[in-house]
């Protein structure tokens, strides 16, 4: 089917309904965006950015790949980031994690996957560095849950590390960088409080490491 149909026909229905709504829905939105937040978060179906946060389109700069990952080579990642930070003067800044998340899973895993192993291979890093903690861990869920939030803690910091983040909390610009978990079992979002929004605080949770 080179068509989808039925996606076309969601669309269709989907318009409609917003504009029923709110007839300037989408004329307004064509004027400009001013998005409150950028949403880093994993690809995985079950975790729909706007749709968990409940945003409408306009509200949420949004940024996803395969497990929640900021690299610091990734352009990918960093061009979102620095477009958000410096164009659109996001403020917040939220990584989102989820429990039951395929690419921690897969990235602890013995066997191949190809490719995306190289990806995973940042997780494994993680889970190598705190193999003492999480070896104390004996329920192989719960451990890889600690894994899915030790995931998220990494890619907050590697975010406060990005020359974009400092550069806008050294010229006096408010970032702030939130780490944040949704759990698909039951919706909900639980904040893992390592919000950084200076220098002092990133040093600080650096130390705590
Ligand atoms: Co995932």
Redesign the pocket.
Known sequence: MRKLPRLFENNRNWATRIQAANPDFFKSLVAQQSPGYLWIG???SR?PANEIVGLPPGELFVHRN???LVIHTDMNCLSVLQYAVEFLKIEHVIVC??YG????IASIEERPHGLVDNWLRHIRDIYQRNQDALGQIKDRKQMLDRLCELNVIEQVINLANTTIVQDAWNRGQPVTVHGWIYDISDGLLRDLNVCLQSLQELQAIQNQA
């Open positions: 994993c690809a995985d975790v395969v497990a929640n994690g989820h998340c395929g690419g921690v």
